[in-house]
């Protein structure tokens, strides 16, 4: 059975590797900068390094917005179960799982999925507040909430 220690544990793991991933990527542009000598085609050498800045820039971004993720993930309760949905609700409905915490895609194991999905979700925003039993109305589809784990 699954635990939601289990999905915490994913939503860190996808964090982790993501930042990391970012990190070598900005690594990887830096050492093409600084190693990079100045040609006899200046023109394209200088565009190649504007090229390599704005790839840097980009990858800035996203370290900042998964060092965000990584924030958010840190104030998810890990225990307690709560009658209400919440942060760090484990959402059982009739058709599919949720669990409120960052947007680090499915998990997947034998006995079924849970989308690990962001409390700024448009669902998680549906789900918000709500208990066992009530029903929320997503893409045209009732969801009743059968468990909040």
């Not at 542009?29 to 600084?34: A, W």
Request: proline share 1%.
């Amino acid at each position: 059975m699954i635990t939601k220690e289990e999905l915490y544990r994913f939503c860190g793991t996808f964090v982790a590797e993501r930042i990391a991933r970012i990190q070598k990527n900005i690594e990887d542009i830096q050492m093409s900068l600084t190693s990079e000598t100045k040609s006899s085609a200046g023109d394209k050498h200088e565009t190649g390094r504007a090229m390599l800045q704005l790839e840097r820039e980009k990858l800035g971004q996203q370290l900042a917005e998964a060092e965000k993720m990584k924030q958010v993930l840190s104030k998810v309760p890990k225990d307690g179960n709560t009658a209400t949905v919440g942060l760090g609700s484990w959402v059982v409905t009739a058709r599919a799982d949720y669990f409120l915490a960052i947007s680090a895609g499915e998990f997947k194991s034998r006995q079924k999925s849970v989308y690990c999905i962001s409390a700024a979700t448009p669902i998680a925003k549906l789900l918000f507040g709500k208990q066992i039993g009530d029903t929320v109305v997503f893409n045209g589809q009732d969801l009743k909430i059968v468990d909040i784990k």
